[in-house]
Nanobody
């Protein structure tokens, strides 16, 4: 069974930095795209950053220039380095994995999230 576990959230002052990590456990074949989403209170979950299996990246406009997504395929981890944090970055951050296997519909897995709170 595939499980995703996020870590690294916490309380930080505006302008500070945090590094989130997502560890993937379980046997999974095929190719995988990994992403970070966030959900603030009263708002919909939104994409923050994504990385394909070959390293292509995509960022939300709000994250461009401040956040960097990276992955270590050998360790089955994906990280999100967040700099210049703003109070509006406060949210629960979720790790997502989409698994693609030939002849099978893609499977989507989520972590339980980690809270990031940015104080002004």
């Amino acid at each position: 069974q595939v499980q995703l576990v996020e870590s690294g959230g916490g309380l930080v002052r505006a302008g500070g930095s945090l590094r989130l990590s997502c560890a993937v456990s379980g046997t999974i074949g095929g190719i995988n795209a990994m992403s970070w989403f966030r959900q603030a209170p009263g708002k919909q979950r939104e994409l923050v950053a994504a990385m394909s299996s070959v390293g292509d990246t995509n960022y939300a406009d709000s994250a461009k220039g401040r956040f960097t997504i990276s992955r270590d395929n050998a360790k089955n981890t994906v990280s999100l380095h967040m700099n210049s944090l703003r109070p509006e970055d406060t949210a629960v951050y979720y790790c997502q994995l989409i698994n693609y296997m030939l002849g099978v519909s893609p499977s989507t897995y989520w972590g339980r999230g980690t809270q990031v709170t940015v104080s002004s």
